[in-house]
């Protein structure tokens, strides 16, 4: 079920858990920003769209959203979009020209409601300055998110998610170890590329989020992270690249599951 919370003054998280069997629970996070010109970030996972809208209304009347910002065309991320383009005729959607792209192949965006931004842009969004943002580790090269300067708040999209053993509604309530390993875990899955990025290279990347020194982390994947938390969240995607790559289940694992799954039916 799709709930909701306040993580910072005028800025609420729409949220879900999604469970991976045998990996642990990846919260599924979109989040409304109100203000002057209120901007809804992401819109849900498709198999949970018609469980965002009523979400939204708890927090916001669709009619008053200005803006969508879609960080990134994956599942996760568009479930309710074009059913609120077709709710509300005054949103723009905030993604680059491949984002663009990307969903002309599902589900085309219509090119006048689209605004196009690039990592380090900056637009202005009623009474606060949005600059996009390139997080340090994708799954999707349209990623973009950004900082914003009224909140102090980045939104870094799939970057700094985690699978964990339960979903706090505040990522300080994890432990050092679920959180790391939860990192850990989720990185070498979303982007197995980090094993192969050069180091140095992914460093300055993460450091680039430390002279950002956000007060909040608001990732797509994980309990809101207050700005204390930022080094602990550098620190374990750091770790990441030298961490044992995932590898999934093959047909042999698949074919014992089912068997399982069978024998317990039966
Ligand atoms: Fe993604
Ligand atoms: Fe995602």
């Not at 984002?99 to 931004?117: E, N």
């Not at 990592?119 to 090269?141: E, I, Y």
Request: hydrophobic share 45%; proline share 8%; charged share 20%.
């Amino acid at each position: 079920m799709v709930h909701s919370y306040e993580a910072a003054p005028g800025i609420e998280v729409l949220t879900s858990s999604f469970s991976i069997p045998g990996y642990g629970l990846v919260p599924i996070n979109a989040f409304v920003i109100k203000g002057s010109e209120p901007i809804l970030v992401d819109t849900g996972a498709v198999v949970e769209s018609g469980q965002l809208l009523p979400a939204l209304r708890n927090v916001i009347d669709p009619a008053d959203l200005e803006w969508i910002w879609l960080t990134h065309t994956d599942a996760d991320h568009i479930g309710a979009l074009h059913t609120l383009l077709a709710e509300n005729p005054r949103i723009r959607v905030i993604t680059t020209f491949l984002g663009v792209g990307i969903m002309s192949l599902s589900a085309p965006l219509p090119m006048d409601r689209v605004y196009l931004v690039n990592p380090g842009q900056k637009m202005t969004v009623g009474d606060r300055t949005l600059t996009a943002v390139k997080p340090p580790a994708f799954d999707n090269p349209s990623t973009t998110g950004f900082y914003d300067d009224r909140s102090g708040v980045l939104f870094s999209s799939d970057c700094f998610g985690a699978l964990l053993p339960a979903v706090p509604q505040s990522a300080s309530e994890l432990s050092d170890r679920d959180l790391r390993e939860g990192q850990m875990l989720w990185a070498t899955i979303y982007a197995p590329w980090l094993h192969k990025a050069d180091r140095t290279a992914f460093e300055k990347e993460l450091d680039g989020i430390r002279q950002m020194a956000p007060k909040m982390i608001l990732s797509s994947h994980l309990p809101a992270a207050p700005g204390k938390m930022t080094e602990r969240l550098l620190a374990s995607l750091a770790a990441a690249p030298a961490a044992q790559p995932v590898v999934g289940p093959d047909q042999a694992a698949l074919e014992q599951m089912l068997k399982q799954m069978t024998e317990v039916a039966s």
